[in-house]
């Protein structure tokens, strides 16, 4: 490490997110396929995140040189650019731009900034028409966002949408087999998940991976400098969701569920917590309370790991049972009803019943649980009034229930309420999102009817949400607001102290786009910028549900019957069904 960089980590924050050095670091290999695994986000979280840590070791396993990096926090991408210090991986310090690829992890689309934000610190230029023939690495992104490629398509080479743990190997394989740039983009089109700009196709499929148990999955975990947002093991115990709720992009972009078994999620976890030292173990799921073995595996793991704290992170009201959470920590339970009334939540397919949220507070309150926290949205389709009021409603049945037991502490009701956004691959991609003036009007209604002991309301930012519409559901235009809005000033746009509006209201403007070209209806003839990706949901499953959703019928999920969603051949429920 030169002295200048030393200087430069000593003047930061905090050194340690740039330093490396963690247990279990993966030695980097000179002379193979380069490849760095970049998360656009600080440390703390990136470190967190399983799908890096999954596509890092199918890398590694193909016998590649992988390193790692994260989006420096502010403090340090200053000094680094005062100094003319290009941004480096975090082991091997080799600057970004000497690596065959840079792939950037993108599971939420407030990153998008900090794409170019790094890329910049690394002395890449942002627009691939500039990098062309002058030696730069492929820059590649991968992760959920994916499934919209094109606010993307001007500063991205290449896509891998779908599953990653074979496709990326697969691509770096073919890096190095081929004689130059322009021959290997050219065949990577042609692999199945993988999409590029400059070769585009008129259809890609997303990449699957059908065995989990036959998946790669990392043995050990780095273990960050710094305690990291989720600083413990984790398991992935299935992939996928069986409930169809019409709002959830995750619950449709991962179908179909495929578990993993006890015998190979019990050795997994062995070997994390003997690696790691953790002491916490997380089974993680879109909806963990409905893996078809979950008490055998509780038990397999309290057997060989009876030191080890577990958490189930996804438990759902209907699926809450008290032999789940017994050993957690008796603080505060999470429950996700998302709608008032029983009517809006027919109408997004969330198949739960007051009764069952009744059932799973009355249950917490009997282990000993004293805080509730409630997650709710609002500006759904159909949302009146009335729906609102049923936030309230159902606080009010969950205070009174716990009031009717002498209870040693208070009881608090922690209420998060979110705006609505309309997201590619659901059902409800084609809804328009509340304006401005209706989100302040919902407000008033939850705060007016939530004063109430024991009760906190709290909600996120109007403008976030919007944009969050805006990229998710973008086209090619958005990536000239994007490029504009990073030169404006934005980055780590999902940090409220470092979020600019402005600079995105300027980039807008700028760009002669208007916001509402996103977020307002879409007709069911309008061709969607992403329908050239093909997930495997039909397009037709996805308006069979949003009409039944404007009939108020629920459609239920997986669980109770095959739905047609256009995944039957490949889905493990499907066949059995």
């Known amino acids: 490490m030169n002295a200048l960089l030393r200087k430069c980590l000593m003047e930061s924050e905090k050194p340690s997110r740039y330093v490396g050095g963690e247990v279990n670091a993966p030695v980097f290999r000179e002379g193979v396929f380069s490849f760095c695994m970049c998360f656009p986000e600080v440390y703390e979280v990136g ?29 340090f991408g200053e000094k680094l650019k005062e100094n003319g210090i290009p941004l480096a991986s975090l082991h091997a310090k080799k600057p970004l731009s000497s690596f065959d690829m840079v792939a950037f992890s993108l599971g939420f689309e407030l990153s998008y900034t900090n794409v170019l934000y790094m890329l ?5 230029p942002l627009l691939r028409r500039e990098r062309e023939g002058k030696g730069y690495p492929v820059i590649a992104c991968g ?52 999409f590029v700009p400059k070769y585009p196709k008129e259809r890609v499929r997303s990449a699957l991976v059908e065995d989990l148990d036959k998946a790669i999955y990392p043995e050990s975990f780095m273990v960050p400098n710094c305690e990291a947002v989720h600083d413990r093991a984790v398991i992935e115990v299935m992939r996928g969701c069986y409930r169809g709720c019409r709002f959830c992009q995750a619950g449709f972009l991962y179908r179909p569920v495929r578990a993993r078994s006890v015998e190979t999620l019990t050795k997994q976890a062995k070997s994390i917590i003997e690696s790691t030292g953790y002491d916490e173990l997380s089974m993680n799921s879109l909806s963990t309370g409905d893996y078809p073995h979950l008490r055998e595996l509780i038990r397999s793991l309290k057997r060989e790991l009876p030191d080890v704290d577990l958490a189930l ?38 198949d739960v019943t007051l009764e069952e949220i009744l059932h799973a507070a009355s249950s917490a309150f009997d282990l000993g649980y004293s805080s509730v926290k409630l997650y709710f949205m609002f500006g759904l389709p159909t949302e009146t009034d009335e729906d609102l009021l049923g936030i309230a409603d159902i606080a009010t049945k969950i205070s009174e ?17 979110s705006t609505f956004i309309p997201k590619p691959f659901t059902p409800f991609q084609w809804e328009r999102q509340a304006s401005e003036e209706e989100v302040k009007h919902k407000l008033s209604v ?23 519409a805006c990229l998710a559901r973008g086209d090619e235009r958005m990536g000239e607001v994007i490029a504009e809005a990073y030169r404006q000033g934005a980055r780590f746009d999902s940090w409220m102290e470092h979020f600019q509006p402005s600079a995105w209201q300027r980039a807008f403007a700028a760009c002669g786009v208007d916001p509402e070209r996103y ?10 910028p992403w329908e050239f990706v093909d997930i495997g949901v039909s397009r037709e499953f996805f308006l069979r549900e949003k009409h039944r959703a404007y009939e108020n019928r629920s459609t239920g999920g997986c669980l109770q019957g095959c739905k047609g969603c256009g995944l039957q051949e490949v889905c493990p429920k499907g066949k059995e069904l």
């Open 47 to 75: 470190m967190s995140n399983l799908g890096t840590k999954i596509v890092a070791k199918s890398m590694e396993d193909a016998g590649f040189g992988v390193d790692w990096c994260f989006a420096p926090w502010p403090d």
């Open 401 to 417: 229930l716990y009031y009717t037991k002498k209870r040693k502490k208070s009881l608090r009701i922690s209420i998060s309420a």
């Open 143 to 194: 992760g959920p966002c994916c499934v919209n490629p094109a606010p993307l398509c001007d500063f991205v080479d290449l896509f891998f949408i779908g599953d990653g743990e074979e496709v990326d190997a697969e691509v770096g394989r073919l890096y190095e087999e081929s004689p130059d740039r322009e021959t290997f983009l050219q065949k990577a089109a042609e692999i199945r998940g993988v």
């Open 519 to 528: 977020t307002r209806e879409w007709s069911e003839e309008e061709r969607l």
């Open 446 to 468: 939850l705060k007016s009817s939530l004063r109430m002991r024991g009760v906190t309301l709290s909600w996120n930012d109007f403008f976030t949400s919007r944009l969050e």
């Open 120 to 124: 910049d610190l690394a002395h890449i």
């Open 313 to 350: 992170p996804s438990l759902r009201v209907d699926s809450f049972d008290a032999e789940f959470a017994q050993d957690s920590r008796k603080s505060s339970l999470t429950f996700a009803p998302e709608a008032g009334t029983q009517r809006l939540r027919d109408v997004i397919n969330k």
